[in-house]
């Protein structure tokens, strides 16, 4: 089963918690968003553990360098998955994974911005990491990037769970989940909704509901 | 004048605020770690900013995308510099710039794990940034590697103040004012010293001496 993350892309506490209790109910993963995790601290990681038990929360750290430290308190706090940047020197990303087995915990390779993303996803699979990120950033989105031709081209060469993001939406998922990734990444198409339980929803039911057959 | 700028390396407000304290006699920039805005989030800025009105205030945000959303959040509490990755897109670059001729402050461009330093420095600067950093990671360091001969090369061939990070001390200092960087960054070797206060005493009194003439 893919799974459905919502990137909490707001700047509160309060916002946050917000829209997580409003979508608990079709999402697995809460993603606390890197501008989130600057702006209000590892103290809404302690929160969100304690509000939802039953999710998986991921950080969002795009840690650069010390990554074992970042990590380590991450963790520390209750999330279940930290990132770390394809971009960061390997022995930063070594540092994440080791923290992440330490606690029993797992890490994801965000390959925003790496040029070669093959090469780069299979050494992250060398090192441990449990997932990469297929990641076309806000600022790329803003140019037309989609990470979808990233995603076909890593899903078919490497072995590794892909969480993928950047702009998915209730139009452009059928197409995403296609090529199988583990996580689906969304944010603006459910925290930019009037109604974010509702466009949670929706996109949980595209990513679960079989085509039926002709009978 | 090179200025001095104090990394706060740790991961909370009281050890931070107190390191600030014991130091501002001989530190020109407060800088608050990637780690520690992560850690205490942007309270932490305000904070800073309301005990040291006098002092310049970085935020190590590394951002890697959305650049003028996470900057403009870091001005508006109060910060004066915010760093952005070399690494990222140029799109998240421009964003932490406009951001900050929007309020009058300052972005660095970290060139952190940038393979082709001469040339992204050109780039930040025909940008519009207002610094570039050589900077050693600690997860570089932690092999051997030092900010020294990447200081040698980009001052030489780019016309851009330079801050300049990774391991300095009181030993290496001396080498590193020679190529004239506009801010020296020290991290360990201030806040991991027994006396703080004198550790940073010393290295601003390294960077300001003269050597005497003989008459």
Redesign the interface.
Known sequence: MIKLQLALDV?TTDEAMKLAEATKDSIDIIEIG??L????????VKKMRKAFPDKEILVD??T????E??AD?CFDAGADIVTV?G???S??IE?AIKSAKKHGKKVMVDL??VKNKVKRAKKAKKLGADYVGIHS????Q??GHSPLEDLKEVSKKVNIPIVVAGGINQETIADIIKHKPAVVVVGGAITGSKNPAKAARKLKESMTKRKKKVS
């Open positions: 700047l890197t501008p995790i600057k702006h209000e601290g590892i103290g809404l750290l795009k650069m360098d010390v990554g430290y970042e308190f940047l971009v960061a020197d022995g930063t540092g925003i911005n950033g806000i600022d790329q803003n140019r």
